[in-house]
């Protein structure tokens, strides 16, 4: 199994994130090929004149994923802007992409469909996500369910492109990755950035981990009486981070009576801090050692340019240009 994924570096990862997606992106590393690149191409689309501010958030990506278990000795973890053979396979595909594919688009038409101005980066975005991937010939792609789409047009435009130029490009399928749990934000809604309800993996202290958990809504039902956990916010964030007799024993409490929401929360801190701590302790090792961050990024860009070079040059011999005379 062929495994690639990219994460934008839009901001800083939240228990959504991780759970929904990054804990089984880890998972996976330990295919015969790993690829998980950081996407800040295509953070272009939202980031805009703000060097320090793309930069900073790709370091801390790359930070992140690091510090949660993405092992260097096991996956090729790299910049996608450090990979110019994407460009190229981009405008390769670009040449036959049917423009009907694109109006299919789900970012593209949800900003359309909302009257908000959609550039030429946003429409034609699915072709560099179809690079991404075909450039290294990965045959598996985790998304979400939600995501499925982007790996169906990857697929259409790798076969049209080898019924016009023969067999050049892998045919990738998609690996639906399903949550560990579901993730509710501190108002009960789905964690998202959007709705402004989400709780950092990396919260930049204890104490406001702890404020974001104890600010998570709940309902009034007095100290004294039962609570029915199954619904509860806290206790289906809890579940995320325990095994079953956990559950069980918290559930019990909740039932009992006699136990608040502030006790609940408070036990929802605790086994985040349990769960998430020896990442946090990886990640100030790494924030005092960026050296070795981008040694690591640096190293995985020429693995990866180097996988991309052999794709390449099948693409350039099939469209009837010269190869490349060696791989970088």
């Known amino acids: 199994m062929k495994v690639l994924s990219g994460i934008q570096p839009t901001g800083r990862f939240h ?11 880890i998972e996976l590393q330990t295919a015969e090929q790993a ?31 690091l ?23 981009y405008w390769a595909l670009l040449t036959i992409t049917q423009m009907h594919l694109l109006d299919k688009g ?5 900003k359309k469909d909302r009257g908000l101005p959609a550039d030429a980066g946003l429409y ?29 047009i990857t697929r259409d435009l790798a076969a049209r492109f080898n019924h016009i130029y023969g067999e050049t490009l892998v045919l990738p ?62 206790f289906t964030l809890y579940k995320l981070f325990a095994d079953d007799q956990q ?6 409490r909740y039932r009992a009576g006699g136990m608040g929401y502030g006790d609940a929360k408070q036990t929802l801190y605790e086994a985040a801090m349990d769960y998430f701590g020896p990442a946090f302790e990886k990640r100030q090792e790494l924030e005092e050692d960026l050296d070795t961050v981008e040694d690591v990024l640096r190293a995985g860009a ?23 005379s060696s791989a970088p």
């Open 124 to 152: 034609t975005y699915p072709i560099l996500q179809a690079a991404d991937i075909l450039l290294y010939d990965s045959d598996t792609v985790p998304v979400g369910a939600d995501q499925v789409q982007h790996i169906e």
């Open 173 to 234: 399928k998609a690996h639906v990755v399903e949550a560990t749990g579901k993730v509710v934000g501190t108002d009960g809604e789905k964690m998202s950035k959007s709705y402004g309800n989400t709780i950092d993996i990396f919260e930049p202290t204890p104490k406001k981990l702890r404020k974001k958990i104890m600010a998570i809504k709940t309902d009034s039902t007095p100290v004294e009486d039962p609570k029915e956990p199954e619904g509860d916010s806290v």
């Open 67 to 89: 510090s949660l278990g993405l092992d260097p000795n096991q996956a090729v973890l790299f910049r996608q802007s450090d990979v110019p053979e994407i460009t190229e396979l």
């Open 15 to 25: 228990w959504g994130n991780y759970f929904g997606a990054i804990k089984q992106y």
């Open 35 to 65: 690829f998980y690149f950081i996407a800040d191409l295509h953070a272009m689309t939202t980031i805009r004149g703000e060097p320090e501010t793309l930069a900073g958030f790709s370091r801390d990506a790359a930070i992140d994923l």
């Open 106 to 110: 789900h970012s593209f038409k949800e």
């Open 247 to 252: 559950q069980a024993a918290l559930a019990e």
């Open 302 to 324: 020429e693995k990866a340019r180097a996988k991309g070079a052999e794709v390449l040059d099948r693409v350039r011999s099939a469209v009837g240009f010269k190869k490349r």
